[in-house]
């Protein structure tokens, strides 16, 4: 399972990192030096989980995993509620969109499903690492 970020802040690569290592993804991170430095500083792991670093747009490399299973996590009125998302049987990709701003526009076509995480609060949605992680372990099948 790979698991692509497309915003993030030092504390959530770092919390995403150990979540991709307890459920046996990878993560997939721009190859830039604010990505480089977020996850050098958030970074505890004795040793880190494979990290893909993606050199071209995330658009681009979204096309190139046209066989995988493409799961957007995002408040959205046709989603699938987080406690009906199938584990993953096949290579899984998760695209975890920006906390404000969500998946961006010109990926919505490569997307097969969406999920989201039912909410009781007023906040519009959770901590893009808090959502990532729940949805980890639940492709993963621990949940």
């Known amino acids: 399972m790979v698991s692509p970020l497309w915003v993030a802040y030092e504390a959530n690569l770092g919390t995403l990192l150990r979540s991709c290592d307890a459920v ?6 721009p190859k830039t030096a604010h990505y480089r430095q977020a996850l050098d500083t958030g970074d505890t792991l004795v040793k880190r989980p494979h990290v893909h670093w993606i050199d071209r747009s995330k658009s681009s490399w979204l096309r ?7 799961v957007a996590v995002e408040p959205a009125e ?18 975890l969109g ?12 490569l997307v097969h499903e969406v999920v989201e995480i039912p909410m009781v609060a007023r906040g519009p949605s959770l901590n893009v690492a808090v959502a990532g992680s729940l949805v980890l372990y639940r492709l993963a099948g621990l949940m």
């Open 24 to 29: 046996g993804a990878c993560m997939a991170v």
């Open 64 to 70: 190139k995993q046209a066989t995988s299973r493409i």
């Open 78 to 95: 046709d989603a699938t509620p987080l406690t009906r998302l199938e584990p993953a049987r096949v290579r899984t990709v998760v695209l």
């Open 98 to 109: 920006h906390e404000y701003a969500g998946i961006p526009e010109e990926v919505w076509p």
